[in-house]
Structure formats: C-alpha cells, structure tokens
C-alpha cells in the first residue's frame, strides 16, 4: 500500500494517496514511512498543518534510522519554506 500510495503522488493524485495511506495506517501504524508520505499528500493539497503533523510522526517513528531522518528533515524544512512554523 505505501509504494501504491507513493505512485499516487508521483501522479498528482493526492487525494488518492492520502485514502490509500489512511488504509495502511490501519494494517500498519507504527509505519513512519506513511507518516513521511501523508505529508508529502498534505503539502501537495496545500494544508501545511496536517503536513507538519504527520512529518511530526514520521520523525517519531523513523528516528533510529538515519537514512530516512534526512529526508523527514528535508520535508520539515519545505513544509516550514512553504508558510508552515
């Protein structure tokens, strides 16, 4: 589901990917990966706060593993260039 969600967002198809991503959550919350991808779906469709919420999460879960912190990192970073706190 998460790389079928992350297809979506390469389509343009937020929406999409955010349903799909809410699907995953549910078979698999402790996945930080969908958190990183549900805020890449919310900076896409322009809610920076729900944005910032999930990279919030994904950072959580993602913290012991380096690779994927650079990149909630980077997204932190957008979200705040894009208006976000």
Known sequence: LTEQ????LQ???ADEAI??????MNLNPSNGE???YLA???VM???LRQAQEFN???ALHLKNDAGWM???AEQAEKIRGAGGR
């Open 5 to 8: 969600a992350r297809s979506s």
């Open 70 to 72: 650079a990149r909630v």
């Open 11 to 13: 389509a343009g198809k």
């Open 56 to 58: 919030r999460l994904a």
């Open 45 to 47: 469709k322009g809610n």
């Open 40 to 42: 890449e779906a919310w």
């Open 19 to 24: 349903r799909t991503l809410e699907r995953a």
């Open 34 to 36: 969908n958190f990183y």
